[in-house]
């Protein structure tokens, strides 16, 4: 087997070959039939041919892979970032170092360009922990049905109105909600005018039964406050209309606009439930729900981080309280990240540089990575036996100074 990881054009005459070459292998690698898509369809429109790369046995294309540039924002801030994705290999050849080639070539691509950071979804979470990857964020799928989503606890504000916009020309009424809730909550990538139009696609094959995408701007006479792109999926199977509304994103900048959001939703004519599948770990209406027990809610991981550049990455987030502790890192995979580090840092920003002082904290890379967004706290690793104390007090210091107020979140897929 003579392997070769080379660029998505290197084999092609066109960028329109080439894509379907990818499109083919991604469709073996998942082993889904999907639906011819256009070429110059938003979801291939962002992606960047000098960050894709086709692994070859010979002639055969047998390993795909790509990363997105991105700006993640982090605690205080945002930070340059690897938004890894397209990541497959055909069955066939599976197990034999082809991910991890490919892999390799992303990561040290990101290092050139001076990304501190890497994140993904992950397809199957047993992957990515031997790559150095940690699970930063979590979501909250929820599922309210109608007759027993009363929100009698939830703030109203009643100059508030709805107002119902076509996708694809909401971003004027859904980038300044979307860029305020960014600025508070660690996870979110940038968006400009090619990633919304890849976030409102709305391609009929991929429905699932679902009618048109629509997007609601909740607004007062200043501007919106908050938005959520929602589709039906109309069901009369018992005889009687049970429908769903699905959610795709919803953000609000107040409780009183994303309690109206949910009345809006949770109050749909001909609908039995509301699903949606990507709700943030900490998202209120957990604590709404005069009915709490009638409603799914199941946690499930998200957003994988990976620190590229473990002092960068350290320095360029803030931190809740004061903090000085030498960090011990264990990295597999970049050895470069793999010694103590003494780390120095508060509100206004951190130091972090190479000591040969006696370690605080133990821990991989991967917990680092975990911990790094606000997410799960230093402490909670350290119970799960993930993290090491070395300094009596250092681990209660670590998670007060790592910890966010909003629970860090991905709002899409990438």
Same mark, same amino acid.
């Given at each position: 087997?003579?392997?070769?990881?080379?660029?998505? &054009?290197?084999?092609?005459?066109?960028?329109?070959?080439?894509?379907?070459?990818?499109?083919?292998?991604?469709?073996?690698?998942?082993?889904?039939?999907?639906?011819?898509? $256009?070429?110059?369809?938003?979801?291939?429109?962002?992606?960047?041919?000098?960050?894709?790369?086709?692994?070859?046995? $010979?002639?055969?294309?047998?390993?795909?892979?790509?990363?997105?540039?991105?700006? &993640?924002?982090?605690? %205080?801030?945002?930070? /340059?970032?690897?938004?890894?994705?397209?990541?497959?290999?055909? @069955?066939?050849?599976?197990?034999?170092?082809?991910?991890?080639?490919?892999?390799?070539?992303?990561?040290?691509?990101?290092?050139?360009?001076?990304?501190?950071?890497?994140?993904?979804?992950?397809?199957?979470?047993?992957?990515?922990?031997?790559?150095?990857? %940690?699970?930063?964020?979590?979501?909250?799928?929820?599922?309210? @049905?109608?007759?027993?989503?009363?929100?009698?606890?939830? /703030?109203?504000?009643?100059? &508030?109105?709805?107002?119902?916009?076509?996708?694809?020309?909401?971003?004027?009424?859904?980038?300044?909600?979307?860029?305020?809730? !960014?600025?508070?909550?660690?996870?979110? @990538?940038?968006?400009?005018?090619?990633?919304?139009?890849?976030?409102?696609?709305?391609?009929? *094959?991929?429905?699932?039964?679902?009618?048109?995408?629509?997007?609601?701007?909740?607004?007062?006479?200043?501007?919106? !406050?908050?938005?959520?792109?929602?589709?039906?999926?109309? $069901?009369?199977?018992?005889?009687?209309?049970? %429908?769903?509304?699905?959610?795709?994103?919803?953000?609000?900048?107040?409780?009183?606009?994303?309690?109206?959001?949910?009345?809006?939703?949770?109050?749909?004519?001909?609908?039995?439930?509301?699903?949606?599948?990507?709700? @943030?770990?900490?998202?209120?209406?957990?604590?709404? &729900?005069?009915?709490?027990?009638?409603?799914?809610?199941?946690?499930?991981?998200?957003?994988?981080?990976?620190?590229?550049?473990?002092?960068?990455?350290?320095?360029? !987030?803030?931190?809740?309280?004061?903090?000085?502790?030498?960090?011990?890192?264990?990295?597999?995979?970049? %050895?470069?990240?793999?010694?103590?580090?003494?780390?120095?840092?508060?509100?206004?920003? *951190?130091?972090?540089?190479?000591?040969?002082?006696?370690?605080?904290?133990?821990?991989?890379?991967?917990?680092?990575?975990?911990?790094?967004?606000?997410?799960?706290?230093?402490?909670?690793?350290?119970?799960?036996?993930?993290?090491?104390?070395?300094?009596?007090?250092?681990?209660?210091?670590?998670?007060?100074?790592?910890?966010?107020?909003?629970?860090?979140?991905?709002?899409?897929?990438?």
């Amino acid at each position: 087997m003579a392997l070769s990881i080379e660029p998505l &054009l290197a084999r092609h005459d066109t960028r329109e070959a080439a894509l379907k070459t990818l499109l083919e292998l991604d469709d073996s690698a998942f082993g889904e039939v999907a639906p011819d898509l $256009d070429l110059e369809s938003p979801g291939l429109a962002v992606l960047e041919e000098d960050r894709t790369v086709l692994t070859y046995d $010979d002639a055969q294309a047998v390993g795909a892979a790509s990363a997105y540039t991105y700006r &993640l924002s982090v605690p %205080g801030g945002e930070l /340059p970032t690897a938004g890894v994705t397209w990541v497959g290999v055909r @069955p066939t050849h599976r197990r034999r170092g082809v991910m991890r080639g490919m892999l390799d070539h992303l990561h040290a691509q990101a290092v050139e360009r001076e990304e501190p950071l890497a994140a993904l979804w992950a397809a199957e979470p047993t992957i990515y922990g031997r790559f150095g990857y %940690g699970v930063a964020t979590r979501l909250m799928k929820t599922v309210i @049905p109608r007759d027993h989503g009363s929100l009698s606890k939830a /703030p109203s504000d009643s100059s &508030l109105r709805m107002e119902m916009v076509s996708p694809s020309e909401d971003r004027e009424m859904t980038q300044g909600v979307y860029d305020t809730v !960014r600025s508070r909550r660690p996870g979110f @990538p940038a968006v400009d005018e090619k990633w919304h139009k890849r976030l409102v696609s709305d391609p009929v *094959a991929y429905r699932d039964g679902y009618a048109q995408l629509r997007t609601t701007v909740v607004l007062d006479d200043d501007g919106p !406050r908050g938005f959520v792109r929602h589709a039906f999926k109309p $069901d009369w199977s018992k005889g009687f209309a049970d %429908g769903t509304v699905g959610v795709r994103h919803m953000l609000a900048v107040d409780p009183a606009a994303e309690a109206a959001l949910w009345r809006y939703l949770i109050e749909w004519d001909l609908s039995g439930r509301v699903s949606h599948w990507n709700c @943030p770990s900490d998202d209120p209406i957990q604590y709404w &729900l005069d009915e709490p027990r009638h409603s799914t809610r199941q946690v499930d991981d998200q957003l994988y981080i990976k620190l590229m550049d473990v002092p960068a990455a350290l320095e360029g !987030r803030t931190y809740s309280q004061p903090i000085d502790v030498v960090l011990d890192v264990t990295d597999n995979d970049i %050895g470069e990240n793999s010694r103590r580090w003494r780390l120095s840092g508060d509100s206004n920003g *951190a130091k972090c540089a190479a000591t040969s002082d006696a370690a605080d904290i133990e821990l991989q890379v991967s917990s680092l990575a975990a911990v790094y967004l606000g997410g799960p706290s230093v402490l909670d690793l350290a119970k799960a036996g993930l993290i090491r104390q070395r300094t009596p007090g250092a681990l209660e210091a670590a998670t007060s100074a790592f910890s966010h107020p909003y629970a860090p979140f991905s709002p899409y897929v990438f």
